[in-house]
């Protein structure tokens, strides 16, 4: 089984969050069956953006990091508190272990600037909300910031913004398991068609 740890900050953004939930959930129940999704974050119940709230399965001191095999960032919004939470450095940590042990790390939008933050992105490209102060805070991390929607670098992925949620969750779902089964996965979500 793959195991996908999604951490959420305060003011994470649920569109993002929800995104990565959906397909690796659909890929255990209608897909190969291969991957579950487990939340974490620095306290038990989290306030998203627009004051939603969430209890986490774990804190991030519980995490055993060889437990899983991708960590998912969804972005926020700072009116919220969202870079309080995501640049702490037990959060930042996190992303350094993960890192450190060679697994995929997938971000969208402001999600990419705490791992630009962790410098794990020093020297590689990336990219994030398509907001002149967020790209230029992602490049003061030492990121060679570029125009694309979604940046794979290394094993990791950076997006411009909520737009690409489910294109970076695919994305997830096909480098745990396999293009094929992603493509099956997104026909019975509906977004291929089934003649593909």
Do not use: H
Request: charged fraction near 25%; proline fraction near 2%.
């Amino acid at each position: 089984m793959k195991k996908v740890l999604l951490i959420l900050a305060e003011g994470f953004e649920d569109l993002e969050a929800s995104a990565f939930i959906d397909v690796i959930g659909w890929n255990l129940i209608e897909g190969d069956g291969s991957t579950e999704l487990f939340t974490c974050g620095l306290k038990k119940e989290i306030k998203s953006t627009f004051n939603q709230k969430f209890i986490v399965d774990f804190l991030i001191d519980e995490i055993n990091i060889n437990d899983y095999d991708a960590l998912a960032i969804p972005g926020g919004f700072e009116q919220f508190g969202f870079y309080e939470d995501a640049y702490s450095e037990k959060f930042l940590d996190l992303i350094r272990i993960f890192k450190i042990k060679n697994k995929i790390i997938a971000s969208i939008c402001v999600g990419a600037l705490p791992v630009g933050k962790s410098g794990i992105l020093k020297g590689k490209n990336g990219t994030t909300y398509n907001n002149r102060v967020r790209r230029i805070a992602l490049e003061e991390f030492g990121v060679n910031v570029t125009n694309e929607q979604i940046v794979i670098d290394d094993n990791i992925i950076t997006s411009c913004g909520p737009s690409t949620a489910l294109d970076v969750a695919f994305l997830l779902l096909e480098n745990l398991t396999s293009k094929k089964n992603t493509e099956e996965v997104q026909k019975l979500m509906g977004f291929l068609s089934i003649d593909n």
